[in-house]
C-alpha cells in the first residue's frame, strides 16, 4: 500500500497502517500505544508525522466525530458513515446511503459545486439501549 502511495517503506509508517486498519476508528493516542507495542519507543511526534504522511496520501482517513477527538481509519475511499452512540461513545461504520459523495443533496447548494456531505448518525447502540432501565417492568410470573 505504501509503495503504491510512492510512501517510503519504513518501520513506523508500516507500524501505523497496521494499527489503523486492525483497529479502525482509532485515536491519536491508541495508536501511539499500539505503534509502540511493536516497535518499541517511538515519539509522539514521529507517530503525528506518519500519520499526516498517510492521510495526505489518502492511505488513511482522518475522523471528526460530534465530541470525540480525531480518528483514523484504513477504510477509505467509499464515503462511509458513522454511527456514534451518545452514551458510551460507540462508533460503528455504515455504507454510504446512497453509495456515492455527496451521498446527500442540499435544499439549497448556493452555486456551490458540492462534493461531499458529513454524515454522523447518533443515538443509543444496542449495549446502552439494553442497560436503560425498562418503562414499564414485566410483572413477577
Ligand atoms: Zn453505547
Ligand atoms: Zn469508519
Keep these: 500500500m505504501l ?5 517510503r517503506v519504513t ?3 508500516m507500524a ?12 491519536t493516542n491508541a495508536i501511539i ?3 509502540r507495542d511493536e516497535l518499541g519507543e517511538v515519539s509522539h511526534q514521529a507517530v503525528y508525522d ?3 504522511a498517510l492521510t495526505g496520501a489518502g492511505l488513511v482517513r482522518r475522523i471528526e466525530l460530534p465530541g470525540s477527538v480525531a480518528r483514523y481509519e484504513s477504510r477509505v475511499g467509499d464515503n462511509h458513515h458513522h454511527v456514534v452512540c451518545r452514551s458510551c461513545g460507540a462508533i460503528a461504520d455504515v455504507d454510504c446511503a446512497v453509495g456515492a459523495a ?3 443533496t442540499a435544499s439549497d447548494d448556493h452555486g456551490y459545486a458540492l462534493d461531499e456531505a458529513e454524515v454522523v448518525f447518533s443515538g443509543l447502540c444496542p449495549a446502552c439501549v439494553a442497560a436503560l ?6 410483572p413477577p410470573a
Design 133 to 138: 432501565p425498562s418503562a414499564s417492568p414485566l
Design 3 to 7: 509503495r503504491g502511495a510512492s510512501l
Design 16 to 27: 501505523v497502517l497496521a494499527a489503523a486498519h486492525d483497529h479502525p476508528h482509532a485515536d
Design 11 to 13: 518501520r513506523p509508517r
Design 102 to 104: 455527496p451521498c446527500l
Design 50 to 52: 506518519v500519520l499526516r
Design 33 to 35: 500505544g499500539l505503534v
